[in-house]
Protein backbone atom coordinates (compact mmCIF):
# COMPACT_ATOMS: atom_id res chain seq x y z
CA UNK A 1 0.00 0.00 0.00
CA UNK A 2 1.63 3.37 -1.20
CA UNK A 3 1.38 6.01 1.87
CA UNK A 4 3.41 8.84 1.87
CA UNK A 5 3.26 10.69 5.55
CA UNK A 6 5.81 13.18 5.08
CA UNK A 7 3.13 15.10 3.33
CA UNK A 8 1.05 15.60 5.63
CA UNK A 9 4.12 16.10 8.98
CA UNK A 10 3.95 20.16 8.44
CA UNK A 11 -0.15 20.05 9.70
CA UNK A 12 -0.55 21.27 13.07
CA UNK A 13 -3.68 19.14 13.29
CA UNK A 14 -4.92 15.84 12.43
CA UNK A 15 -7.23 17.13 10.24
CA UNK A 16 -8.02 16.97 6.75
CA UNK A 17 -8.58 20.05 5.10
CA UNK A 18 -9.82 19.34 1.31
CA UNK A 19 -9.14 21.56 -1.54
CA UNK A 20 -11.85 23.09 -3.84
CA UNK A 21 -13.91 20.51 -5.19
CA UNK A 22 -16.67 21.25 -8.32
CA UNK A 23 -18.05 17.55 -7.22
CA UNK A 24 -19.84 18.67 -4.04
CA UNK A 25 -22.07 20.90 -6.37
CA UNK A 26 -22.13 18.58 -9.52
CA UNK A 27 -23.72 15.83 -7.43
CA UNK A 28 -26.48 18.44 -6.12
CA UNK A 29 -27.37 19.24 -9.64
CA UNK A 30 -27.34 15.85 -10.99
CA UNK A 31 -29.76 14.56 -8.03
CA UNK A 32 -32.01 17.10 -8.66
CA UNK A 33 -32.11 16.60 -12.44
CA UNK A 34 -32.37 12.82 -11.54
CA UNK A 35 -35.27 13.53 -9.45
CA UNK A 36 -37.27 16.01 -11.46
CA UNK A 37 -36.77 12.47 -14.42
CA UNK A 38 -38.02 10.47 -11.93
CA UNK A 39 -41.01 12.18 -10.88
CA UNK A 40 -41.75 12.67 -14.86
CA UNK A 41 -41.32 9.43 -15.25
CA UNK A 42 -44.27 8.15 -12.79
CA UNK A 43 -46.58 11.10 -14.59
CA UNK A 44 -45.91 9.89 -17.94
CA UNK A 45 -49.56 9.15 -18.45
CA UNK A 46 -50.15 13.12 -18.15
CA UNK A 47 -48.08 13.78 -21.47
CA UNK A 48 -47.90 12.37 -24.99
CA UNK A 49 -45.73 10.21 -26.68
CA UNK A 50 -43.11 12.42 -27.61
CA UNK A 51 -42.97 14.00 -24.49
CA UNK A 52 -42.74 10.51 -22.64
CA UNK A 53 -39.19 9.89 -24.65
CA UNK A 54 -37.86 13.68 -23.61
CA UNK A 55 -38.61 12.23 -19.92
CA UNK A 56 -36.95 9.04 -20.24
CA UNK A 57 -34.46 10.78 -22.09
CA UNK A 58 -33.23 13.23 -19.30
CA UNK A 59 -34.16 10.68 -16.04
CA UNK A 60 -31.09 8.59 -17.72
CA UNK A 61 -28.73 11.44 -18.92
CA UNK A 62 -28.83 12.29 -15.06
CA UNK A 63 -28.14 9.41 -14.16
CA UNK A 64 -24.90 8.73 -16.29
CA UNK A 65 -24.18 12.08 -15.09
CA UNK A 66 -24.43 11.21 -11.68
CA UNK A 67 -22.75 7.74 -11.64
CA UNK A 68 -19.93 9.48 -13.58
CA UNK A 69 -19.54 12.48 -11.04
CA UNK A 70 -19.83 9.93 -8.36
CA UNK A 71 -17.05 8.03 -9.76
CA UNK A 72 -14.71 10.56 -9.99
CA UNK A 73 -15.23 12.11 -6.83
CA UNK A 74 -14.19 9.30 -4.83
CA UNK A 75 -10.94 8.75 -7.08
CA UNK A 76 -10.38 11.88 -5.49
CA UNK A 77 -10.48 10.17 -1.99
CA UNK A 78 -8.98 7.23 -2.74
CA UNK A 79 -6.14 9.47 -3.89
CA UNK A 80 -6.00 11.30 -0.77
CA UNK A 81 -6.00 8.59 1.26
CA UNK A 82 -4.10 5.92 0.00
CA UNK A 83 -1.61 7.58 -2.40
CA UNK A 84 -1.50 11.14 -0.60
CA UNK A 85 -1.82 10.06 2.91
CA UNK A 86 -3.56 12.77 4.11
CA UNK A 87 -6.28 10.06 6.12
CA UNK A 88 -4.75 10.30 9.48
CA UNK A 89 -6.74 7.93 12.21
CA UNK A 90 -8.44 11.10 13.33
CA UNK A 91 -9.86 11.60 9.68
CA UNK A 92 -10.61 7.60 9.81
CA UNK A 93 -12.34 7.87 12.90
CA UNK A 94 -14.73 10.71 11.69
CA UNK A 95 -15.35 8.72 8.06
CA UNK A 96 -16.64 6.10 10.22
CA UNK A 97 -18.56 8.39 12.62
CA UNK A 98 -20.09 9.52 9.15
CA UNK A 99 -20.60 6.27 8.06
CA UNK A 100 -22.40 4.88 11.26
CA UNK A 101 -25.04 8.17 10.87
CA UNK A 102 -25.35 7.93 7.86
CA UNK A 103 -26.66 3.69 8.34
CA UNK A 104 -28.75 5.91 11.35
CA UNK A 105 -30.04 8.27 8.43
CA UNK A 106 -30.78 5.04 6.65
CA UNK A 107 -32.99 2.96 9.56
CA UNK A 108 -35.45 6.23 10.02
CA UNK A 109 -36.06 5.89 5.98
CA UNK A 110 -36.69 2.40 6.02
CA UNK A 111 -38.77 2.95 9.64
CA UNK A 112 -40.73 5.31 7.52
CA UNK A 113 -42.14 2.53 5.31
CA UNK A 114 -42.36 0.27 8.22
CA UNK A 115 -44.42 2.30 9.44
CA UNK A 116 -46.87 2.58 6.99
CA UNK A 117 -47.11 -1.15 6.12
CA UNK A 118 -48.51 -1.13 9.74
CA UNK A 119 -50.75 1.57 9.51
CA UNK A 120 -52.86 0.18 6.62
CA UNK A 121 -52.37 -3.34 7.68
CA UNK A 122 -53.09 -3.27 10.76
CA UNK A 123 -56.56 -0.76 10.45
CA UNK A 124 -57.62 -1.09 6.72
CA UNK A 125 -59.39 0.89 5.32
CA UNK A 126 -62.98 0.31 3.78
CA UNK A 127 -61.48 2.01 0.93
CA UNK A 128 -59.21 -1.59 0.36
CA UNK A 129 -61.86 -3.64 0.91
CA UNK A 130 -61.30 -3.85 4.81
CA UNK A 131 -58.34 -6.66 4.04
CA UNK A 132 -55.32 -7.02 4.31
CA UNK A 133 -53.61 -7.17 1.73
CA UNK A 134 -56.11 -5.49 -0.59
CA UNK A 135 -59.46 -6.83 -2.38
CA UNK A 136 -57.87 -8.66 -5.74
CA UNK A 137 -54.17 -8.86 -4.50
CA UNK A 138 -53.60 -12.48 -3.37
CA UNK A 139 -51.27 -13.42 -0.83
CA UNK A 140 -47.42 -13.54 -1.16
CA UNK A 141 -45.60 -17.17 -0.75
CA UNK A 142 -42.86 -16.86 1.75
CA UNK A 143 -41.18 -20.13 0.88
CA UNK A 144 -40.89 -19.16 -2.88
CA UNK A 145 -38.44 -16.30 -4.20
CA UNK A 146 -38.08 -14.90 -0.82
CA UNK A 147 -37.09 -17.48 0.92
CA UNK A 148 -34.39 -18.17 -1.55
CA UNK A 149 -33.62 -14.26 -1.42
CA UNK A 150 -32.98 -14.71 2.55
CA UNK A 151 -31.01 -17.43 2.10
CA UNK A 152 -28.17 -16.26 -0.37
CA UNK A 153 -28.59 -12.73 1.74
CA UNK A 154 -27.69 -13.75 4.95
CA UNK A 155 -24.81 -16.55 3.53
CA UNK A 156 -23.44 -13.67 1.87
CA UNK A 157 -23.69 -11.68 5.41
CA UNK A 158 -21.36 -14.75 6.53
CA UNK A 159 -18.80 -14.29 3.58
CA UNK A 160 -18.26 -11.00 3.80
CA UNK A 161 -17.75 -11.01 7.44
CA UNK A 162 -15.32 -14.08 6.51
CA UNK A 163 -13.98 -11.79 3.85
CA UNK A 164 -13.18 -9.14 6.50
CA UNK A 165 -11.78 -11.54 9.14
CA UNK A 166 -9.30 -12.65 6.38
CA UNK A 167 -7.75 -9.51 5.72
CA UNK A 168 -6.85 -8.79 9.13
CA UNK A 169 -5.07 -12.05 9.14
CA UNK A 170 -3.19 -10.59 6.09
CA UNK A 171 -4.49 -13.45 3.75
CA UNK A 172 -5.42 -11.49 0.64
CA UNK A 173 -6.84 -14.89 -0.88
CA UNK A 174 -9.08 -15.59 1.12
CA UNK A 175 -10.13 -12.24 1.28
CA UNK A 176 -10.46 -11.79 -2.86
CA UNK A 177 -12.27 -14.99 -2.89
CA UNK A 178 -15.59 -14.76 -0.04
CA UNK A 179 -15.77 -11.01 -1.16
CA UNK A 180 -16.09 -12.08 -4.76
CA UNK A 181 -18.72 -14.61 -3.63
CA UNK A 182 -20.63 -12.07 -1.50
CA UNK A 183 -20.61 -10.09 -4.87
CA UNK A 184 -21.71 -12.97 -6.80
CA UNK A 185 -24.41 -13.42 -3.89
CA UNK A 186 -25.40 -9.34 -4.32
CA UNK A 187 -25.77 -10.22 -8.24
CA UNK A 188 -28.20 -13.43 -7.78
CA UNK A 189 -30.04 -11.17 -5.02
CA UNK A 190 -31.00 -8.84 -7.72
CA UNK A 191 -31.96 -11.15 -10.68
CA UNK A 192 -33.95 -13.18 -8.51
CA UNK A 193 -35.95 -10.08 -7.22
CA UNK A 194 -36.18 -8.21 -10.66
CA UNK A 195 -37.87 -11.96 -11.92
CA UNK A 196 -40.03 -11.75 -9.18
CA UNK A 197 -41.17 -8.36 -9.84
CA UNK A 198 -41.65 -9.71 -13.07
CA UNK A 199 -44.70 -12.52 -12.52
CA UNK A 200 -46.21 -10.56 -9.63
CA UNK A 201 -49.94 -9.79 -10.61
CA UNK A 202 -50.16 -6.42 -9.46
CA UNK A 203 -47.93 -3.07 -9.64
CA UNK A 204 -46.64 0.03 -7.93
CA UNK A 205 -49.86 1.81 -9.14
CA UNK A 206 -52.46 -0.85 -8.36
CA UNK A 207 -53.31 0.35 -4.59
CA UNK A 208 -51.48 1.11 -1.68
CA UNK A 209 -50.47 -2.19 -1.17
CA UNK A 210 -48.72 -2.09 -4.30
CA UNK A 211 -47.20 1.37 -3.49
CA UNK A 212 -45.88 0.19 -0.18
CA UNK A 213 -45.02 -3.18 -1.66
CA UNK A 214 -42.65 -1.96 -4.20
CA UNK A 215 -41.61 1.27 -2.16
CA UNK A 216 -40.34 -0.91 0.69
CA UNK A 217 -38.62 -3.90 -1.44
CA UNK A 218 -37.15 -1.58 -4.26
CA UNK A 219 -35.79 1.21 -2.12
CA UNK A 220 -33.82 -2.26 -0.32
CA UNK A 221 -33.10 -3.54 -3.92
CA UNK A 222 -31.97 -0.23 -5.05
CA UNK A 223 -29.64 -0.46 -1.62
CA UNK A 224 -28.67 -4.00 -2.68
CA UNK A 225 -27.23 -2.65 -6.42
CA UNK A 226 -25.14 0.32 -4.40
CA UNK A 227 -23.90 -2.11 -1.61
CA UNK A 228 -23.00 -4.96 -4.42
CA UNK A 229 -20.98 -1.51 -6.11
CA UNK A 230 -19.26 -0.97 -2.96
CA UNK A 231 -18.02 -4.33 -2.44
CA UNK A 232 -16.70 -4.34 -6.08
CA UNK A 233 -14.61 -0.98 -5.49
CA UNK A 234 -13.16 -3.02 -1.92
CA UNK A 235 -12.47 -5.84 -4.11
CA UNK A 236 -10.42 -3.84 -6.70
CA UNK A 237 -8.61 -2.15 -3.84
CA UNK A 238 -7.09 -5.08 -2.21
CA UNK A 239 -5.86 -6.50 -5.33
CA UNK A 240 -4.02 -3.30 -6.25
CA UNK A 241 -2.73 -3.42 -2.32
CA UNK A 242 -4.68 -0.26 -1.60
CA UNK A 243 -6.08 -1.71 1.94
CA UNK A 244 -3.98 -3.62 4.56
CA UNK A 245 -4.45 -5.83 7.66
CA UNK A 246 -5.01 -2.72 9.03
CA UNK A 247 -5.77 -0.13 6.80
CA UNK A 248 -8.83 -0.86 5.02
CA UNK A 249 -11.58 1.56 6.26
CA UNK A 250 -13.70 1.63 2.92
CA UNK A 251 -14.09 -1.97 3.41
CA UNK A 252 -15.35 -1.34 6.85
CA UNK A 253 -18.07 1.01 5.75
CA UNK A 254 -19.09 -1.37 3.13
CA UNK A 255 -19.23 -4.31 5.06
CA UNK A 256 -21.39 -2.14 7.62
CA UNK A 257 -24.07 -1.14 5.01
CA UNK A 258 -23.82 -4.41 3.71
CA UNK A 259 -25.26 -5.69 6.96
CA UNK A 260 -27.19 -3.62 6.94
CA UNK A 261 -28.88 -4.14 3.78
CA UNK A 262 -29.29 -8.14 5.55
CA UNK A 263 -30.90 -7.00 8.52
CA UNK A 264 -33.53 -4.93 6.66
CA UNK A 265 -34.44 -7.50 4.13
CA UNK A 266 -34.35 -9.89 7.33
CA UNK A 267 -37.33 -7.41 9.23
CA UNK A 268 -38.59 -6.99 5.71
CA UNK A 269 -39.36 -10.44 4.89
CA UNK A 270 -40.62 -11.38 8.20
CA UNK A 271 -43.14 -8.82 7.99
CA UNK A 272 -44.27 -8.22 4.60
CA UNK A 273 -44.02 -11.79 3.19
CA UNK A 274 -44.18 -14.12 6.15
CA UNK A 275 -46.89 -11.80 8.76
CA UNK A 276 -48.24 -10.00 6.06
CA UNK A 277 -49.07 -13.15 4.21
CA UNK A 278 -50.62 -15.15 6.82
CA UNK A 279 -54.43 -16.23 7.36
CA UNK A 280 -54.94 -14.46 10.62
CA UNK A 281 -53.68 -10.81 10.05
CA UNK A 282 -56.94 -9.82 8.76
CA UNK A 283 -58.71 -12.01 12.50
Same mark, same amino acid.
Given at each position: ???????????????? +?????? /???????????????????????? =????????????????????? +????????????????????????????????????????????? =?????????????????????????????????????? *???????????????????????????????????????????????? *?????????????? =????????? =???????????????????????????????????? /???????? +??????????????????
Amino acid at each position: MLRNRNLVKHERHPFH +LVDPSP /WPIMTGGALLALALGFISAFCRDH =FNQCEQSVNYFGFYISLIILI +LVLSRWFKDIIIESTFEGHHTRKVQENVLLGMKLFIVSEVMFFFS =FFWAYFHFSLTPSIFTGGIWPCFGIPKLDPLAVPFLNT *VILLSSGFSVTYSHKSLQSNNRKDALSWLGYTIFLGMVFTVLQGYEYS *VLPFNIDTNVYGSI =FYMITGFHG =FHVIVGTIMLFVCLVRIKKYHNSNKYHVGFICALWY /WHFVDIVW +LGLYLIVYIWGGSDWIND
